[in-house]
């Protein structure tokens, strides 16, 4: 059974840069999108963007500028880093897996929250 | 972006009641539509995908139909284990966006 473990600082300070890794397990990293998903405190869902086991890469406008995902293929591993971070980054970052056609989520990390504070 | 919204925003319910909750996009999004379950402190659950399918093993008690711009999601006889937040979400173009979300809670 497939598994994903999100790991990263919980603290950032406003300005620097938000970093997480999400790690696969249990399974292979073809056939999905790999795909971070935010939630501020008590809010909804966010899609932040997500990469393909081939490298294909789709963010969301809003976060375009400041946001690169990445993908280690020989770790099982995939990344998120935020540039600039402000408080109204502050929530629980989930890693999830996005299978491909018809493109639902349907693996999920269990989160982590990031707070920017200083 | 595609917008996506839902109604109610939350409901109070009792168990074996029969839910609704309707969600609408601002365009057509065929059946690219996924309606998940999130409890607190838990990451969200896939319980339809492509508008009526169902999740291997998610209960039958749930169901989901439209196509389209507007969607329903059934919760037959309500059970104690899905008080929860219901998120729609289109998965039809990029950015992928979701719902506000449904809060369902007890009576």
């Known amino acids: 059974q497939v598994q994903l473990q999100e790991s990263g600082p919980g603290l950032v300070k406003p300005s620097e840069t938000l970093s997480l890794t999400c790690t696969v397990s249990?399974?292979?990293?073809?056939?999905?999108?790999w795909s971070w998903i935010r939630q501020p405190p008590g809010k909804g869902l966010e899609w932040i963007g997500h990469?393909?086991?081939?490298?294909?890469?789709n963010y969301n406008p809003s976060l375009k500028s400041r946001l690169t995902i990445s993908l280690d293929t020989s770790k099982k591993q995939f990344s998120l880093t935020l540039n600039s971070v402000t408080a109204a980054d502050t929530a629980v970052y989930y890693c999830?897996?996005?299978?491909?056609?018809?493109?639902?989520?349907?693996?999920w990390g269990r989160g982590t929250l990031v707070t920017v504070s200083s | 972006d595609i917008q996506m919204t839902q109604s109610p925003s939350s409901l109070s319910a009792s168990v074996g009641d029969r839910v609704t909750i309707t969600c609408r996009a601002n365009?057509?999004?065929?059946?690219?539509l996924n309606w998940y379950q999130q409890k607190p402190g838990k990451a969200p659950k896939i319980l339809i995908y492509?508008?009526?399918s169902f999740q291997s093993g998610v209960s039958s008690r749930f169901s989901g139909s439209g196509s389209g711009t507007d969607f329903t999601l059934t919760i037959n006889s309500l059970q104690p284990e899905d008080f929860a937040t219901y998120y729609c979400?289109?998965?039809?173009?990029?950015?992928?966006?979701f719902g506000p979300g449904t809060k369902v809670d007890i009576k």
């Open positions: 999830a897996g996005e299978g491909l056609s018809p493109w639902y989520l349907d693996l």
């Open positions: 249990g399974g292979s990293i073809s056939n999905y999108f």
């Open positions: 990469i393909s086991h081939t490298g294909k890469i």
């Open positions: 365009q057509n999004i065929n059946t690219f």
């Open positions: 492509g508008a009526s």
């Open positions: 979400q289109q998965s039809y173009s990029i950015p992928r966006t």
